[in-house]
């Protein structure tokens, strides 16, 4: 998890700084950072290569379900979480995209071709979203493009060289050590039971909060320095982010089978609905209140042991 949580920063980070001074254009950065969750993403491609489909598939479902239960729960229980329109039309396109992806896992098959499918459904999200809003969309990681921005300007205008080799080379560390965290995790995982039922489970709860670990720090401390929309927009993108990009690159890697599909039918369902249980308490006042954390805290443990009942 240290390694994952670590690497997935500091790839982050340092891949903006890195690719504003190369010139890297800023389309091709919103796709790879907009929503971006590296880690989730690392963990469902290892998994994928190391004949594991369980554990990406409960991967990405219990990442998804963490991060709306625990993460915004965690945020609005510190500080009100604004929802914005424009948080909230993240979230409402949102929907409809994990109910597809949903159709696509739900017989526990996901072709190669699917998976281009996936990833192109969430290049179009982001497409239409810039269109829409006529700049680049606040989700995951593209608010370290500004910075990057910013202070390649402020370093420009005081002459100030800065070496673009320190940030490649921490981009390069960050990811060898998410490669090795996410080796790590599904080999635990594997050697725990080689079992497909009990690697599924182990995946929606284990590695799906490991994972979405990060975002349940950053919704917490954005909400104690005062939570701006890009953040939750940030975190609510993730969202959409895990059932397309995470998934399709997995089902690339290596075509996702599992013999009992069954399995994921419930989770699946839990994960449309935390986004639509976020989305209704969001609506009411604009925002995630204390009492709205407190019923998506609540939650993830009725999750849980439903999950190990059923």
């Not at 981009?171 to 080689?194: D, N, Y």
């Not at 069954?262 to 009411?284: D, K, N």
């Not at 995630?288 to 019923?295: D, N, P, S, V, W």
């Amino acid at each position: 998890m240290v390694f994952i949580v670590w690497g997935a920063e500091t790839f982050a980070e340092h891949l903006g700084a890195a690719a504003v001074r190369l010139q890297v254009s800023s389309f091709a950065l919103a796709l790879l950072l907009a929503g971006a969750e590296p880690e989730e993403l690392a963990t469902a491609v290892t998994a994928s290569l190391r004949a594991a489909p369980a554990i990406a598939f409960g991967d990405v479902v219990g990442a998804n379900i963490a991060i709306c239960l625990v993460a915004l729960g965690v945020g609005a229980w510190i500080a009100p979480l604004p929802f914005s329109k424009r948080v909230m039309r993240y979230a409402l396109f949102g929907l409809p995209i994990g109910a597809i992806a949903t159709g696509f896992i739900w017989d526990g098959d996901i072709s190669r071709l699917e998976g281009l499918f996936l990833i192109g459904l969430y290049v179009l999200y982001v497409g239409v979203i810039w269109w829409a809003e006529r700049k680049p969309p606040a989700l995951g990681e593209t608010g370290e493009l500004k910075e990057a921005s910013e202070s390649l300007a402020i370093e420009q205008a005081k002459g100030i060289q800065h070496r673009v080799g320190k940030d490649v080379l921490l981009v390069c560390a960050g990811f060898a050590a998410m490669i090795v965290g996410s080796i790590l995790l599904v080999e635990a995982v594997r050697r725990i039971s080689p079992v497909e039922a009990t690697q599924t489970r182990l995946a929606l709860t284990l590695v799906g909060f490991a994972t979405a670990f990060e975002l349940v720090i950053l919704a917490w401390s954005t909400a104690r320095r005062g939570a701006t929309e890009a953040a939750v927009a940030g975190v609510v993108g993730s969202f959409t982010y895990n059932v397309t990009m995470t998934l399709g690159a997995a089902a690339i890697a290596r075509p996702l089978t599992i013999v009992d599909a069954s399995l994921l039918h419930f989770p699946l369902l839990v994960m449309l609905a935390s986004l639509g249980l976020v989305i209704v308490l969001a609506s009411f006042k604009g925002y995630l209140a204390k009492t709205a954390g407190a019923t998506l805290l609540a939650a993830y443990p009725l999750f849980i042991i439903a999950l190990l009942v059923v």
